[in-house]
Structure formats: C-alpha cells, structure tokens
C-alpha cells in the first residue's frame, strides 16, 4: 500500500511540475510577443492608433444675459484638436479663444442651456468660432483644425 501512495504523490508531483513548466513557458512566450508589438507591431508604432490632441482651456465663468435675474454659467472647455500641429496652434490662441468664448457665452440664456438641445448649439457655435479664430490666425485648413469640444464643466446659476 506505500508503495502506491508513493507511486501517486510522485505522478503529483510530477504533473505539478509539467503544469508549472507549460505555465512559465506560456508566461514567457506571451511577454515576448507583447513586448516585442505582437505580429505587426502595436498599434503606436503601426499608426493604427493616434492619442488625441487635447487643449484643455481655463475656467470662464460668465454672466448671462437673462433680464428677470442675475444668472451666470461656469464652462471649463476641452478643445479636441485634428492633430498635432492644431494642438500646437490652439494652444497659443488660448487667449483669444477664451475671449471670443466670453462673448459667446454672454449672449446666451440660462433655460435653453439646460437643456440638451441647447448645448449641442452652443457647442456648433462654438466650434464655428474656433474655426474662424483659425482662419483668422491663417492656419491652413482651419475646417480639420478642430474636431470636436467637450465639456469637463458646465454649471448654471
């Protein structure tokens, strides 16, 4: 009866040690195929894949036109630029950006910019400002410049 015993804890062991081999093994194979992009590279070094360029702008915080009452909106934008060059551009055109932003803003009231509708128009006028902001500062293809602007806060009081 021992000597089966024995004969089972050795196959145990035995099967162990197979099982933790394979799983090394497999550890291994799959950090090199990581590290080294896979079958056609990663996506970064393919092209596959471009980071957004993202130009965050300050915080505006702006009385709105309402008449009844003293009302006023708190916006932080983020710019989503085409690509790099645009980064680069937005970038240096924050301040007159913000500005135009300011007046933009100045005009609007407070119930059609609670609603879903009224932020999806004050996004396209304000993308159509940044568009001719760049046009304005002769940037080549003011139309692929900015593709989208999003919102981290929008706050009305």
């Given at each position: 009866m021992s000597t089966t015993?024995?004969?089972?804890?050795?196959?145990?062991?035995?099967?162990?040690?197979a099982g933790l081999l394979l799983a090394t093994i497999a550890l291994a194979g799959g950090a090199f195929f990581m590290l080294s992009g896979g079958a056609g590279g990663n996506l970064l070094s393919t092209g596959g894949f471009k980071a957004p360029a993202y130009v965050p702008m300050d915080s505006l915080i702006v009385n709105l036109a309402d008449k009844d009452r003293e009302r006023y909106v708190q916006v932080v934008l983020v710019l989503e630029a085409g690509d790099e060059s645009a980064r680069e551009a937005l970038t240096q055109m924050a301040p007159v950006l913000r500005s135009r932003a300011m007046m933009?803003?100045?005009?609007?009231?407070?119930?059609?910019?609670?609603?879903?509708?009224?932020?999806?128009?004050?996004t396209a006028e304000l993308m159509d400002l940044v568009r001719v902001s760049l046009e304005d500062a002769n940037y080549p293809n003011p139309a692929e410049g900015i593709k989208q602007i999003h919102y981290s806060t929008l706050v009305i009081q």
């Open positions: 015993m024995n004969e089972n804890s050795g196959s145990k062991k035995m099967m162990l040690i933009v803003l100045s005009r609007k009231y407070a119930e059609p910019l609670k609603t879903s509708e009224g932020k999806q128009a004050l």
